[in-house]
């Protein structure tokens, strides 16, 4: 039984050839490859889509910070992150007070060096991350914990969208008030 009109198979040992030369296997690994393709382009919107709303809501939280100036970072992929971690440089506990983006920076190259034999120093940036994110929603949210959760149980992939939702949002906490311990 062929699927498609008007072809005839030719049974040639175990391989089944369709009239001009095209057989079963090759017709799998293009629908596989052609999957792949889609789901790569999916991923690839996807990211691209988080970026743009995690560059607008970190342009506008560095802004009601004080930080215009630095700013637009939150548009450059790599450098965001390390924009977030000095955002909240004054508001981690006191011990990591103006050391937690060359913490973060260190934390990065370990993991890329080392990730491939120690496969658990991967999640060290995602945890850094999430400690800093944590001090950003305190500031932008009466429920900080919840948000870090969900951070942390979806790997990092709801901050982009978080840190959107907070870009309207006035700091709660003001910058006197916070003691970082």
Sequence with gaps: MCAFKKCETISDGNKIKYKGGTNLEDLFFAGFFLAMMVFAGIFIIGGFIFFILQAIGLFSIAKKEGRGDIAWLAWIPIVSQFLLMF????????????????????????????????????????????????????RYSDNPLFHVAIAFVSIGCSIPIQLFMFRHTEPLVDESASTGT
């Design 87 to 138: 955002l909240v440089e004054k508001y981690v506990h006191v011990g990591l007070r103006g050391k937690i983006t060359l913490l973060y920076g260190i934390a990065i190259v370990v993991s890329i060096f080392f990730g491939y034999f120690l496969p658990f120093v991967l999640f060290i940036p995602l945890v850094a991350l999430c400690y800093a994110f944590y001090f950003i929603a305190d």
